[in-house]
Structures are given as C-alpha cells and as structure tokens.
C-alpha cells in the first residue's frame, strides 16, 4: 500500500523569489476526490492531484510546491479572487512548472514512448514530405495507418509489423484533458520551463513541439478531425504563438471551448498571458456574461475598431448570451464562415472610432452608426454562379464578390493583395483556357478555392440594387449597418423601433473604404431635386413615400443591440 501524502502549507512572498516548482494538472470530476494529511489535518484534493504528488514526492528530502486546490481555499471566493489576480506572476515565477499528465496504463505509456521515437526519427530522416505526398491517394483510415506503418518503419529502422505508436500517440495528444482545459494554457505559457509526466514517462518540452509538429503535418493523412485540436495542442506549450499575437482577442478565439467549470475561467484564464484584458478584474460573484461583456469592451476600446464583432457564430449562441458576444464556451465550426473576409484590410467605417456602451445588466450594447441598405433577397454561392455562367463578365464580377474583392491564394499563408488587373488576369486565363468548363479540373479548383465555406455564406441582393455576400443566417429584411469603428460593414435585424439583433459581419461592395463615410457627407448636403444617382434616388424614395416598414438609411442614429 502507497505512503499517505502528507505537507505543509507556507506563506512566502514573492517579492522574496522563493525557488519552488509549480504543478500544472486536472481536477477532474468534482467528487473524484481523496484525503491527504496536510498540517497536521485531513483535506479533499483531487485523486489526480494525488497521483501526482506520488509521482514527484522525493524519496529522502522534502520539496517545495505549489498546487492550487491545496494553497488556495476554495470555498473562500474573496481569497480565490485575490490569488487568481496573481495565478500567471505565480506560474511565472516557478523554477519549473511540472506538467502532469495523468497515471496513464502500462500499455498505452510504451505505445506513447514508441510514438515518440517514431515522430524524433521521422524528422531526422528527412523523409516527411516522401510520406504527406503518399497519402494523397484517398483510401479507408486503416489503410493509411498500414501504410504509413510501413513506410515508417523503413525510414525509422522499426521491424515491419510493429506499431509505430502514432495511435497512442495521437491519442495522447489529442484526448487527454490537460491539452483542453482552460488555466493549463497560462501555466505552460508562461513557464521559465517545464517537464512534462506521463505516468513514469518524463518528455521533454522540446521532443513533444516536435512531435506536434510532425503530427500535424501528416494530420490531414491520418485522422482529418485531429488537426485543429493537434494545432490547439502544440499552442500549449510553445513560448509563444506563430503569430506573434498576445491579444486578448487572438487568445479568447483559439482557445475557444476549453474545459472549465466556471465559464468566467475563459477569459480569467488569459489575463497573465495577454497584452489586453484591461479593466478585468476576476471576481467569481459575477455572471459569465458579465465578465464576458467586460472583455469585448476592453477588447474594442485596446483595439479601437470593430474587430471583437466580427468573432460572434453564426448559429445560436447558448440561452442567455445576447447576440453581440461571442460564446467562447464553444467552437463553432462556422466561427470563420465568411473565410474571405480578411477585415483588417477594409476601413468601411473611416476613420471613426467606436462610440458605445453595455447596460447594466451586460445584456444591451448601444453603438453608434447608420443604416445604408436592407437585403431582398439572398442565394446560394454555388447557384448565384450558375446563374452568371453565360456572361464571363457578370461570372468575374461575382467570383470577385464572392472573394470579397480579395485576390484568390493558392496558399492560406500568402499575404492578403485586393482583386487587382492581375487577379482577373488569372481569372480570364482559368476561364479562356478551360472554357469555364465544370469538367475542367482547374478551373473546378479554382471556383472550389472562390466559394470555400460557402456552406455558411450568402450571395445578397439589397433594396438599393447592390451586391454583396452575407452569412447564412442573413434574412430578406435584414438591414446593413456601418457601425462607428467599424472595418466592415454588419448586418442587423430589426426586432422594435430601436432594438436590433446582430446578425454578423458582411461584404458590401463598393462600400468597404469609406465610401458609406462620403456618401453620408455628401447626403447631409445634397438636396432633393438635383440629379440624382442610384443611391441617392433610393433615399430619395424613402423621403417622398415613408413607410413603416422601411428603414431610414444614412441617418447616424445609437443601435441597441440585444
């Protein structure tokens, strides 16, 4: 039987740099929990917990840790407030964050360290991209594994027949809870340096980034529903992200969906490893929704424009979460529907900043802006280009909508260039060649490439004859806003005289630099009876015969957003 765990609390200073070592784990279930002996009394701490403290109890001396459910008091919210305010300098300080990844079985440890092995050699031998280019031939997911088994086997010296590990691994990596649990990504982040433990398996932070890396290469081959949780993963534990982006906001998005039990942990979680997050102070008596209201104010006004808005899903957020706020409790596959519109390109608002304000009860925003157009009608990416197919014209005109005015990348990574003479060079080039032929393969790419995450887009038409693209919870009906701050512009739905629901981010085009700003300049000084242009002959009819039903357009007016 197992030596009881026994410890003492101690009260140190920080200010003091105690040399200690800090444990990254997982509760699990509330009422998995057991008994140790700590000051001379019994207390509940999670058996996982314990696990730990077997594994890195020393055989002779003692050893200084920390471990929040034995330092904090839980049951002590004011205490709990104050201690996680410092969580990330706690984690920070640490002479090293010992990662615990749980007990794990005999088995399934020798497959890991295989799997290990495997991944190290893989990227030794030079052979990886021999294997991607392998697995391009479609076949059932037990195939590949076999295949790729023997591969590897030849370019990792591994007897034919034999495992590679790569499950066990996969499994490892993509499965167990500490990758997915909201406070692990601070404690590792910030970590001066960290070992990781799986049952009596010590790997290195290093071996496992390379592991990821490899991993995710060949994801795509393997399991296709691994890749973004492998990406997720290797976040975790590299010092940084590709990006070189600590914002709150490109940290609150990847880490969307991670496992907390209070939600309000979401964005507690990420204020030591931010560069935003200002005027947050974690308090566990507020709802989530407040504190989630507090991040998109803080998030707006670090960023001054839009941008937090454009991150909300497009389908249903959970009961009591206003349609404004983003649920960062969940990963919608939709949160990038509209993969075209890279915003930070456009400046449809100007120059203007966010003007607005959350009630009370973090449930109302007011913004500021005016209405420019409402959509009558909508279609299908796939049918709107049937439709144009006889014009090559009409047919460009679209795709570049569809690619909202962005030029098409054959690579995720190439940088952001609007739809330039050269961008309808390789159109007319595609379409002259191939003869727009659906059989034709690249031009079948090249339109595939257009109309990506179509699913959860819309062609629109709107009441002032303009064209654009709008998520697919768009409704005829719907009304097209420029919000002050705002890069692109948004589509509102009406629900009383003053109360919208936000509906999402869209392309209108032809208005996404600024020309909205100019036309409302040029409408404040323009008189009925001049000659008029299309948009102003909209208006015109809006002022000539009002109705009810028909919204006033380029009238800067605060929306209240439910």
């Known amino acids: 039987m197992e030596e009881d765990i026994s410890c003492r609390v101690l009260i140190v200073d920080l200010d003091k740099s105690p040399v200690y070592e800090a444990i990254s784990y997982v509760w699990g279930h509330e009422a998995d929990k057991a008994e140790i002996l700590c000051d001379g009394g019994a207390l509940q701490v999670p058996r996982n917990l314990i696990a730990a403290l077997r594994r890195f109890r020393p055989s002779t001396d003692t050893r200084l840790l920390w471990a929040d459910s034995i330092c904090i008091n839980q ?39 295989l799997g290990l092995y495997t991944v190290l050699e893989l990227r030794k031998s030079g052979r990886l991209e021999e294997l991607q ?34 499950k066990a691994l996969l499994r490892l990596t993509t499965t167990n809870p500490w990758f997915r649990r909201a406070w692990t990504f601070q404690e590792s982040f910030l970590a001066k340096d960290r070992r990781l433990f799986y049952g009596s398996l010590e790997i290195t932070a290093n071996d496992l980034n390379v592991a990821f890396s490899v991993l995710g290469e060949l994801h795509d081959t393997l399991e296709k529903g691994n890749g973004r949780e492998l990406l997720r993963s290797s976040a975790m534990l590299l010092l940084g992200d590709a990006s070189g982006n600590t914002t709150l906001r490109h940290f609150l998005n990847a880490r969307r969906g991670s496992h907390c039990k209070h939600a309000v942990d979401l ?7 931010t560069t935003g997050g200002t005027g947050i102070e974690p308090d566990y008596y507020k709802e989530f929704t407040e504190v989630f209201a507090e991040a998109m104010l803080s998030m707006i006004r670090a960023d001054g424009n839009l941008a937090a808005l454009e991150d909300v899903e497009v389908k249903p957020r959970g009961p009591g979460v206003p349609s404004w706020m983003p649920d960062w409790r969940k990963v919608p596959r939709n949160i990038r529907g509209m993969q075209g519109l890279k915003s930070h390109v456009f ?28 959509i009558v009608e909508l279609m299908l990416p796939e049918e709107a280009l049937k439709t144009t197919k006889a014009s090559k014209e009409v047919h460009m005109a679209l795709v570049r909508i569809l690619c909202c005015d962005l ?34 393969i690249e031009f079948s790419t090249f339109i595939q490439r257009v109309t990506r995450g179509s699913e959860y887009t819309r062609v629109m038409g709107t009441q002032c004859e303009r064209k654009g693209l709008a998520l697919s919870n768009a409704e005829p009906g719907d ?14 739905r009406p629900t009383s005289y ?56 380029f009238q800067v007016r605060d929306f209240v957003l439910q």
């Open 75 to 113: 049951a002590d919210i004011l205490e709990k407030n104050r201690q996680v305010r410092i969580m990330g300098r706690i984690y920070a300080s640490a002479a090293t964050v010992l990662i615990w990844l749980g007990e794990g079985e005999e088995g399934e440890l020798e497959q890991v360290a």
């Open 267 to 273: 964005v507690y979680s990420l204020l030591g490893t």
């Open 347 to 374: 400046s449809c608002a100007g120059t203007t900043k966010p003007t607005l304000s959350i009630s009370p009860n973090s449930l109302l925003l007011k913004i500021r802006g005016f209405l420019i157009d409402s």
């Open 407 to 440: 030029a098409v990348s054959q690579s995720d990574n190439a940088p952001t260039q609007r739809w330039d003479q050269s961008a309808c060079d390789m159109y007319n080039a595609i379409a002259a060649e191939q003869n727009m032929s659906e059989t034709s």
């Open 133 to 166: 280019q392998s697995q391009l031939i479609p076949r059932p997911l037990e195939e590949i594994y076999d295949h790729m088994n023997s591969l590897i086997s030849v370019a990792c010296r591994i007897p034919a027949g034999r495992s590679t590990g790569l």
């Open 479 to 492: 009304v097209i806003a420029v919000l002050f701050g705002g890069r692109v512009p948004f589509v509102l």
């Open 498 to 553: 003053d109360e919208y629901s936000f509906v999402g981010p869209c392309y209108v085009d032809q208005m996404m630099d600024g020309q909205a700003m100019e036309q409302l300049a040029n409408y404040r000084n323009e008189a009925i009876g001049t000659k008029l242009t299309r948009f102003s002959k909209c208006i015109a009819r809006q002022l000539t015969h009002p109705a009810e039903n028909i919204p006033r357009f």
